[in-house]
């Protein structure tokens, strides 16, 4: 398992749009991908499990990965995350 701790930097957080390219972003990999925010754990291949978080901008989100190709799941979500998820 490995993970990251990132800040949301998009001015409008995980809305619609930035849930829906962060669940098509990891859902190609095997492993599995959790967002944990304000201590509760969600499925990052859910839209609406990442919509359901809140997250707001300038929040800090923990992103986990557990699986084979954990670490190439880790790195393509915390590029998109810090690239603003798409916005």
Same mark, same amino acid.
């Not at 800040?7 to 859902?27: C, D, I, L, W």
């Given at each position: 398992?490995? %993970?990251?701790? *990132?800040?949301?930097?998009?001015?409008?957080?995980?809305?619609?749009?930035?849930?829906?390219? +962060? !669940?098509?972003?990891?859902?190609?990999?095997?492993? %599995?991908?959790? *967002?944990?925010?304000?201590?509760?754990?969600?499925?990052?291949?859910?839209?609406?499990?990442? +919509? !359901?978080?809140?997250?707001?901008?300038?929040?800090?989100?923990?992103?986990?990965?557990?699986?084979?190709?954990?670490?190439?799941?880790?790195?393509?979500?915390?590029?998109?995350?810090?690239?603003?998820?798409?916005?």
């Amino acid at each position: 398992m490995v %993970s990251k701790t *990132v800040k949301v930097t998009n001015e409008q957080g995980m809305h619609m749009r930035p849930a829906s390219v +962060m !669940s098509q972003t990891v859902t190609p990999f095997t492993s %599995s991908v959790k *967002v944990i925010f304000n201590g509760n754990t969600y499925d990052a291949k859910s839209v609406m499990m990442l +919509m !359901s978080a809140c997250i707001k901008c300038g929040a800090e989100i923990e992103i986990q990965c557990d699986g084979p190709d954990e670490n190439d799941a880790l790195k393509a979500a915390v590029d998109l995350v810090e690239s603003g998820l798409g916005d």
